[in-house]
């Protein structure tokens, strides 16, 4: 992330304007995410991740989770608002806590690397792509792209709305953006449309496939 924006996403958590945060697990997650082959047991990556409930929900399915978040408001909410002991340790760039099967790596996205990497093999993106601006979007797709195994399979959530789709975070990212950012690495399909909500958004439901020889 750039400066501005890092300090940004800082200050929504440190003054509590996190209107992105849901208090419940993505309806989505709990429809498509059986349907994408996964493999059972799989670690999944969810960058930008909050303190979303869908990281407990994914656990609870079986899968190690491992959350990359810049905020350490956010983390310690997450940990404070669940069950159980937590461990913490460091890695490289990263502070790191673990609850139960959840792993959250306080630092910056940017910096997790291909060999911190290794055991991932899904992903799930509810409000990272949206909440970084266009400059930056491009960068991401590269970065998780290069962290995921060919065949790693994920869910992507995004956005669209009218008006000025500068605004943001969360930002506007219209499908034809989605291709243009995904297509060279990830096999897309599009899996849904949302209702349109009162603030003028429409989500967007997406089953990414990383693309390359498998080993």
Not at 99 to 123: N, P, R, T, Y
Not at 150 to 160: D, F, H, N
Not at 166 to 180: C, L, M, T, W
Not at 188 to 196: Q, S, Y
Request: negative net charge; aromatic residues 10%; contains cysteine.
């Amino acid at each position: 992330m750039q400066v501005s924006e890092e300090n940004e996403w800082l200050s929504r958590w440190r003054e509590g304007r996190i209107g992105f945060h849901r208090d419940a697990v993505h309806p989505a997650l709990a429809r498509f995410w059986p349907t994408l082959g996964a493999p059972s047991g799989a670690k999944v990556l969810v960058p930008l991740c909050g303190k979303s409930l869908d990281m407990r929900w994914l656990a609870e399915q079986g899968h190690p989770v491992l959350g990359i978040e810049l905020a350490t408001d956010a983390i310690e909410q997450f940990l404070a608002e669940g069950d159980g002991e937590v461990s913490r340790y460091r890695a490289g760039d990263f502070d790191i806590c673990r609850q139960g099967s959840v792993e959250l790596w306080g630092g910056d996205f940017f910096h997790f690397h291909i060999k911190q990497a290794a055991e991932i093999g899904a992903f799930y993106d509810r409000a990272a792509l949206i909440a970084l601006p266009e400059a930056t979007r491009q960068r991401y797709a590269f970065h998780l792209a290069q962290l995921l195994p060919p065949g790693a399979r994920g869910l992507l959530i995004s956005l669209t709305r009218g008006g000025d789709v500068n605004a943001g975070p969360p930002y506007s990212v219209p499908a034809e953006e989605v291709r243009v950012l995904f297509e060279p690495n990830f096999e897309l399909t599009h899996l849904a449309d949302g209702e349109p909500e009162a603030n003028g958004f429409r989500e967007s439901v997406w089953a990414l496939k990383r693309r390359g020889p498998m080993a």
